[in-house]
Nanobody, 115 residues
Framework: QVQLVESGGDLVQPGGSLRLSCAASGFTFSSYVMGWYRQAPGKERELVARISTHGITYYADSVKGRFTISRDNAKNTVYLQMLSLKPEDTAVYYC?????????WGQGTLVTVSE
């Protein structure tokens, strides 16, 4: 069965850092575009970062220069390194895997940025 198992969400202070991980199984990881989305209360789910099968990355303007998405195909894992965190980054972060045929979602992990 397909699984996307996320970890790393936590409560951190403004200016702090977190690294989110998403461990994938049940599909051919290297064939999928991987992404991180986030959703804050009362807001739409938004794309934060994406990495293609070739390692090409995309970032939302709000996180550009602070967040880094990476993937390790040998470990079937995608990461989101988050630096200089702001209260506006507070959200549930979701891992996403996509091809033209299929799309899978993780369960979400909560990131709270607050004093």
């Amino acid at each position: 069965q397909v699984q996307l198992v996320e970890s790393g969400g936590d409560l951190v202070q403004p200016g702090g850092s977190l690294r989110l991980s998403c461990a994938a199984s049940g599909f051919t990881f290297s064939s999928y575009v991987m992404g991180w989305y986030r959703q804050a209360p009362g807001k739409e789910r938004e794309l934060v970062a994406r990495i293609s099968t070739h390692g090409i990355t995309y970032y939302a303007d709000s996180v550009k220069g602070r967040f880094t998405i990476s993937r390790d195909n040998a470990k079937n894992t995608v990461y989101l390194q988050m630096l200089s965190l702001k209260p506006e980054d507070t959200a549930v972060y979701y891992c996403n895997a996509r091809t033209l045929q299929f799309e899978y979602w993780g369960q979400g992990t909560l990131v709270t940025v607050s004093e």
